[in-house]
């Protein structure tokens, strides 16, 4: 079943009027059939006042709708008394598969003194994978050193680490670090923000290696988003 958006109806017979999800029938046509059909799922019996919003299903097997090109399907709703909505159309689209990744530019906490120690990350980082119907593996590689900005010849005596829940430490200079992943897949839209699960002192931190000049550095993170189906 492919869920699309809500549908709004809207009935004016009477002040008294209430409706719920139950008392709807809704049919849906395509041009690839030469009728309509009922996929009333009947989910909400909350009762509404004159205005009503639902969330409707329809099978896109049943519809005959093509998973290669954008499709025109139609809706409209009966309620018990025989009485219809306006005619709704929709072009739907088939999605079989999405997987992305939403990144910005991040800092870490200010390092007052030197030395080897490990520094936190600054503010949220919010580092989010965008998937449908994909099992994924997200990987981070430190490709460039920390350049002093006023000074590019002038390099930080530091670099990137991961460190698991496990106290496990990788560098990110090395090579790219596996950092999180995700086996179950599934056709839902989810919206995972992985640096959620890492607690202040675990994640990417930065990983300090001696007495550096004062000022701000900067480097290059790049990450690596794959499709794990593949």
Not at 158 to 180: C, H, P, T, Y
Not at 205 to 211: C, I, S
Request: charged content about 25%.
């Amino acid at each position: 079943m492919i869920t699309i958006q809500s549908i709004l109806i809207t009935y004016t017979d009477g002040e008294n009027y209430y409706i719920s999800q139950t008392d709807l029938r809704e049919f849906y046509s395509s041009p690839n059939i030469d009728t309509h059909i009922d996929f009333n799922q009947g989910t909400n019996v909350e009762k509404f006042l004159q205005t009503a919003d639902f969330e409707s299903f329809f099978d896109w097997g049943d519809l005959n709708l093509s998973t290669k090109e954008e499709n025109e399907i139609s809706l409209i709703t009966y309620d018990n008394y025989g009485r219809k909505s306006n005619t709704i159309n929709y072009s739907v689209i088939y999605q079989n598969k999405d997987l992305s990744l939403d990144v910005n530019d991040y800092r870490f906490n200010p390092v007052n003194l030197g030395g080897k120690k490990l520094i936190s990350r600054q503010g949220d980082w919010d580092v989010k994978v965008n998937s449908y119907n994909a099992k994924c593996q997200l990987f981070a590689q430190q490709t460039s050193d920390f350049v002093l900005e006023n000074n590019f010849n002038t390099v930080m005596n530091a670099g990137m680490i991961f460190k698991d829940e496990n106290d496990d430490v990788r560098s990110l200079i090395d090579e790219k670090q596996l950092i999180a992943y995700d086996s179950t897949g599934g056709k839902v839209d989810k919206v995972t923000d992985v640096a959620d699960a890492w607690d202040s002192d675990e994640g990417i931190l930065l990983q300090l290696n001696g007495l550096n000049l004062p000022g701000e550095y900067s480097s290059e993170l790049t990450w690596t988003l794959v499709d794990s189906d593949m």
